[in-house]
């Protein structure tokens, strides 16, 4: 489909066309349709000069406005370079990539951009440097025009290479639904996925949009921040202090490695219960309601927006869990009592006896571990959105949900696995406490058990019918029965 533009003047100032040396390839189709429709870019700094790039490989003619076009510097091979007035006369649709600070100069062109969309791509260095977003001030500086805010929550690099990673949305606002719609043409020709956020208004939270760091992973780290601190000195006071209070021993070398190994697979462990645990409770919502069509608590939704990102967390925990797991045997301490231990039984003449049950234990402990690990790191792999994008609906949900619970029992029948009968010994419970294995064994056990449960034939039926759409009708109240006594009535007489 062509996309139409509003009329441009394209008689004034225009210079002659720059023939480059050597013949542009361009997709074909939608793009090789595009071949003559001129759009201009003000600015020819990195995120000017990467627009205009990407516009030309999709098949726009690209004309750039520069205060100084003789000298502008470099600029995409095809492009055209004019002064502002003859630039903004050529095209029905002006990028401007230009910092705030510039945008006077704007003024003085408002005959010249009477009618133009104008895509403002620019966004603050922090937040709340101005009583005005960027786009709302172009406005009031070109009143006569139809100011757009778009491509800001893109980078240079991203506009050059196209939506060849996760940077597929490109949000827009404005007023003007025909000026949103031709650049929401032009975005999806470049081959991002538009979302519009509706009125100009919103031009604010486009432009705080990049200036978040990590918004997602706030929560995620920082529940894996505070479980590590809390069991970090949970064990610290088990394990070293303990020691050294009531033996007298110091074996606070064991902080570096020893304490990390116990923390670490821990957490992780917990996070990845708390990955399912919000699925659960979903699903108890719904039961409970008898409906799919009431939303979740707020809460409810925040979790279950973040489970990525808690999982990844608990695949980062667990892979330090394994490096560490894997530097012991080379450990001093861990050498110096294999040789003591080797000597004492040399001086008193006496072997160890091999145990059967044992060598099943670690076995088995070692090889669930492996296997466990070894899905989630599967779980990591297929999160990421070039592996996601390749999966099918149906693929990507068994992956994360079938094959997630498969982890998450491996990885707590390892956690199983390695307490074995610890929790008989009355040497575990120092200063009466529990092992720390025990507590993190609680989360995702609840997790399993409430899995099982729904996975009851009664329970799944009625939870398949509930989010097929079908929904439990509301018992009448003593009013509606009345009511209908008295209709009964009626008709009988």
């Known amino acids: 489909m062509e996309t139409t533009y509003l009329p441009v003047d394209n008689q004034n100032g225009v210079s002659k066309e720059l023939k480059p040396e050597y013949v542009a390839l361009r997709p074909m189709g939608a793009a090789a349709a595009a071949v003559g429709e001129a759009l201009c870019v003000f600015g020819t700094g990195d995120l000017g000069r990467s627009l205009g790039q990407r516009l030309l490989q999709c098949g726009y003619k690209v004309v750039y406005g520069s205060r100084r076009p003789d000298s502008c510097g470099p600029i995409p091979p095809g492009a055209q370079v004019m002064n502002h007035a003859a630039a903004a006369q050529s095209a029905g649709i002006v990028f401007i990539c230009i910092h705030r600070e510039h945008y006077g100069f704007l003024q003085t062109l408002a005959p010249q951009l009477k009618g133009k969309v104008l895509v403002d791509v620019s966004n603050n260095p922090e937040k709340d440097m101005f009583p005005e977003a960027k786009a709302e001030h172009l406005q009031r500086l070109v009143p006569e025009a139809f100011v757009v805010k778009a491509l800001n929550t893109l980078s240079a690099w991203a506009l050059q290479n196209g939506p060849s990673d996760s940077n597929r949305q490109a949000f827009l606002c404005g007023d003007s639904a025909e000026a949103k719609q031709a650049v929401s043409q032009v975005c999806t020709r470049l081959g991002f996925s538009v979302l519009d956020r509706g ?155 091999f145990s059967i049950t044992s060598a099943w234990r670690t076995d088995s402990y070692y090889a669930i571990g492996i296997l466990g690990f070894a899905l989630f790191v599967l779980l990591g792999i297929t999160s990421l959105p070039s592996v996601s994008n390749a999966l099918s609906w149906r693929e990507f949900n068994f992956i994360q949900s079938k094959m997630g619970y498969v982890t998450l029992y491996l990885c707590t029948l390892h956690a199983y696995l390695y307490g074995w009968d610890k929790f008989l010994r009355p040497s575990s419970y120092k200063w009466y406490t529990v092992p720390g294995y025990m507590l993190s064994l609680v989360v995702p056990t609840v997790v399993l058990l409430l899995k099982l449960l729904l996975l009851l034939p009664c329970v799944d039926h009625r939870l398949t019918r509930i989010r097929r759409g079908w929904e439990r009708s509301a018992p009448l109240d003593h009013s509606q029965i009345t009511l209908q006594g008295d209709v009964l009535k009626t008709d009988k007489t």
């Not at 505070?226 to 394990?239: E, K, P, S």
């Not at 927006?305 to 667990?318: D, H, P, Y």
């Open 199 to 353: 009125s100009l208004s919103a031009a604010r939270e486009l432009e705080d949009f990049p200036l978040q760091l990590f918004p997602e992973w706030r929560l995620p780290l920082s529940i894996a921040l505070g479980l590590i601190t809390a069991f970090f000195f949970y064990l610290l006071t088990r394990d070293v202090i303990y020691a050294y209070v009531n033996d007298g021993k110091n074996i606070s070398f064991r902080i570096m490695v020893s304490l990390a190994n116990k923390v670490f697979p821990i957490v992780s462990l917990i996070m990845l219960s708390l990955c399912y645990l919000p699925g659960v409770i979903a699903a108890g919502f719904q039961l409970y309601r008898g409906t799919k069509y009431r939303r979740f608590p707020d809460w409810l939704d925040r979790w279950m927006l973040c489970r990525k990102q808690m999982g990844l967390v608990a695949l980062g925990l667990a892979s330090l869990h394994v490096l560490y797991t894997l530097i012991i045997p080379i450990r001093y301490y861990v050498r110096y009592k294999i040789a003591a231990s080797t000597i004492s039984q040399v001086l008193e003449n006496r072997t160890s006896e």
